[in-house]
């Protein structure tokens, strides 16, 4: 009887030991887990305070030259501010010295006319104007040439009311004369011998409106190709004999012809 009951406290031990040992050995993992879990935690959070204090730092380190400057620039402007406001006060100073009524009396500009005993100043290169087209054109001045010249080319012939008549273009390869097509009357025809050769050419003569500066007269013209020459207009010694004194040592004496001057 007494057998039984040891055999059966026996077993009852044996139960509870296998017990004890299969829980002590499902638990041990958990709590592996749960250590790890707060050791990670743990790194991450000292990583994360580590990142945190050298991030300020280097926030620190990078503002500390702007403060610098900031605190540099603050004290310029208020060093502007007081410059300007003794400039302002000197200002204000003069001012009051000076009387309030007076002004500066300017003397009107002179107008110095372009002549001599009664005759018009002309430099060697002048600006001419043709109301038949309304373009101004430079010209050289040459008291040596008898007639004045004008670069011409497509020159035709014919006639009007049985008058002779001339149509013909302002052409000049270098300068103004841009191809303008012009008709007048032919007031006569004359031969030019060049001085570069004993030939001589006959060439038709054109009257024609004609301003320089405020002078204004009919000029008379003979056609012909000037496209080896400097200039497309030449003036010479009928247009300016009477009225005109050459200085060679002047251009453009006188400015454009403006049609309110004779207004």
Not at 22 to 48: D, G, R, V, Y
Not at 63 to 69: A, N, R, S
Not at 220 to 242: H, K, N, V
Request: glycine share 4%.
């Amino acid at each position: 009887m007494i057998s039984n009951k040891r055999k059966c406290i026996t077993f009852f031990i044996c139960l509870v030991t296998i017990n004890l040992t299969a829980c002590s050995s499902l638990s041990a993992p958990s709590q592996a887990n749960h250590e790890l879990k707060t050791e990670i935690n743990t790194h991450i959070s000292e990583q994360f305070k580590a990142y945190q204090e050298n991030t300020n730092m280097n926030c620190q380190a990078a503002l500390k030259p702007v403060e610098q400057q900031l605190t540099q620039q603050q004290a310029d402007n208020e060093l502007l501010i007081k410059t300007a406001k003794k400039i302002e006060q000197k200002l204000n100073q003069l001012q009051a010295k000076t009387p309030s009524s007076s002004t500066a009396n300017c003397p009107k500009p002179t107008v110095v006319e372009q002549k001599l005993n009664g005759k018009v100043i002309v430099g060697e290169l002048e600006w001419v104007y043709f109301s038949v087209v309304d373009e101004h054109f430079r010209a050289r001045v040459d008291s040596g040439a008898t007639t004045s010249s004008l670069s011409a080319k497509h020159i035709v012939e014919f006639e009007r009311d049985g008058e002779n008549w001339v149509r013909f273009q302002l052409l000049h390869q270098v300068t103004d004369l841009d191809g303008r097509e012009i008709e007048a009357k032919i007031e006569r025809t004359v031969r030019i011998r060049q001085s570069s050769s004993d030939k001589t050419e006959r060439r038709h003569v054109v009257q024609l409106s004609m301003h320089l500066g405020k002078l204004h007269q009919m000029a008379e013209f003979t056609l012909a190709d000037r496209s080896d020459m400097d200039y497309p207009i030449l003036l010479g010694r009928e247009f300016l004999q009477d009225i005109t004194l050459i200085d060679v040592g002047q251009t453009y004496i006188h400015p454009k012809y403006k049609k309110s001057d004779l207004k």
